[in-house]
C-alpha cells in the first residue's frame, strides 16, 4: 500500500502542545463522520472535518494508515496532532451520536446512489442540522474548501481534495437539479434549483457556479431554512411597531403596490410571506416565485422558471392578472417587463407586492426609473402605496456580549463612538469570547433593520419631480426613522455590536452625509480621535 500522494510522517512539532479539550482547537472543527467507524475500531485517533488527525502518538504506524484511508475515500490529510485519550475518546463518542440521529432519519434508499450523490447528500444534511444559509464549494487545483455561511458570516466546515468537489458539483447540476438538462461546465457561470430530501423533507436549494482563478465557486443558497422560520410575524424579524403599523395599513388598502427592498439574501422573501399572513383569507391571492421558497397553504403559488422566456415573471404575472386575483405577489422586478406587469395590476385595482435590489427605499424610485417607469406613473395615486427597505443585521449573544468599553480591540474607535452617543456608550456592548449558549459563534441569530415610508401626497410631488433630497428632508421633518437610525437604536440598546454596524452604515462619527459632509471635521477627527482603517 504505497501513493505517492502521502506525505511522510513529519516528526511532532515541539513547539505544540498536547490537545486536551475543544478550546485547543478551532471550536467549529468537530469529528468527520466518514472516518469515525474506523478511528472508533482503532481507538488511539480520531479525524476531523479539517482533515486533522489527532492522535495518542503521532509517529504511530497507524497515523500513516488513517492517511491513506482518507486519500482512499478523496479526502486531505491536515496536521497530526497529539491529544489525550480521554479528548479523543470522547471525540468518538460524540461522533457516534451525531451518526445515529443521521441514520435513523435517512429515508431515501441510498444503495442505489453514486458515492458523490451521497456525499452531496451528507454535506446538505450538515449544512441544514448547523442551520446555515449557505454553502460554499471552492474549488481549485489541488484543495477545495467547504466553507458554511451562518448569520452572515463565513467559517471553513471542510477540505476536500479538488476531484472529490468537482464530481459532487457536476453530479448536483447534472443529475439532482429540476432541469437536469444542462451539462456542468465549470467554464461558464451557470445556475439551477435542487430539490433534496433531507430526513424526510424537501429542501430546497439555489445554485450558482462561477469559473475562478485555478478552479470555480459553487454556491447553494439553502432556501426556507436558516434565518427563514415559518410563522414569524414582522415584529419577530425586527421591525418596530410603528413600521408594522404602516405595513398592516398598506395590506388593507384595495388596490396599489407595496415594493420592498434590500440587498440579496437580505430576507425579503420571508418579510413578504409574513405580510402574506395578514391577508383576509377570503381574499385570492397568486405570487409568482422563481423558485418557490416557502410554501403558504393560503395562496396560490406559481413556480417561474426564468430560463425560458415563455414561462417569465412578466407572462405569468400577466396571466395571474386573468385569474380574478385581489392580490399578486410577484418575487422580484428585474426589468421594464415585470415592472410594467406591477403598475398595469396596481392600476387595474389590485394589491400588488414586489421586491426590488436597491440599497434605500427611496431608491426604488431611481431603480424603477431606471426600468423604464416615468415618474409621472410612478406618482399616480393609484400606483405606490409604500416603499420598505430591509437589511439583516447580527445580534449580539446575550450570554457572552461585554460592555464595549472593556473590549480591548475597541480601544480605538471608543473615543469617536464617545462623542457620537455621550452617556448612551455605556449601555453599548461588542462581541464576547463566544459561550456554550451560542456555539462560540459570539451570535444569537439576526434582526431586521428597516425603513418604511408610507407614500402621502407630498412625496408623490417629490416622486413626479424626481427630488429625491427634497424628499428625504421632508420625511425626516415628518419623525422618520431611516435604516441608519435603526441600526444606530439596535446599537445603543446594546442588541448590535457597533463595529457590525458600521459593517452596515459605514464610519459612525460625527462627519455624517446628513448634516452634510464636513471636510474641515476630517483634520480635527485624525488629530483626536481614531478613523476605521
Ligand atoms: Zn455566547
Redesign the pocket.
Known sequence: MSNPEIPAPKPQDASVSIVSSQADLDPKDRPLLDMADWCRQRGSLVVLKSGTILTVNPAAREVQNCKIMMVNRGMRPGKVLQATPEFIALLLASAEQVQEDSDTARVVDVSTMSSQQQRLRQLVQEAVAANVSDIHIEVRQEVAKIRFRKYGELYLHAEWFSRLAREVAAVAFNKETDHATAHFNPLIPQDASMPILISGQEVRLRLASLPAHGGFDVVMRILGVGDAATGVTLEELGYTSEQVYIIKRAVQMPHGAVLLSGPTGSGKTTTLSSCMRLVRDTRKVYTIEDPVEKVVDTVTQVPVNTDKDDRSFASFGRAALRMDPDYIVLGEMRDEDTASVMIRAAITGHLVFSTVHTNSAIGVIARLVDMGISPSLLSDTNVLVSLIFQRLAPKL?P??KVPVAEAAAQHDAMSRWQQVFGDKVSSIYAR?P??K??HRT?LAGRTVVAEVIWIDEPGRQFIQKLDMLGWHQYLRSQGWQSYRDRTLALVTEGILDPFDAEGIIGEISLISEDKGFDYRKIADELQHHHLPT
Do not use: A, V
Open positions: 449573544c450570554h457572552c464576547g463566544g459561550c449558549q451560542c459570539q
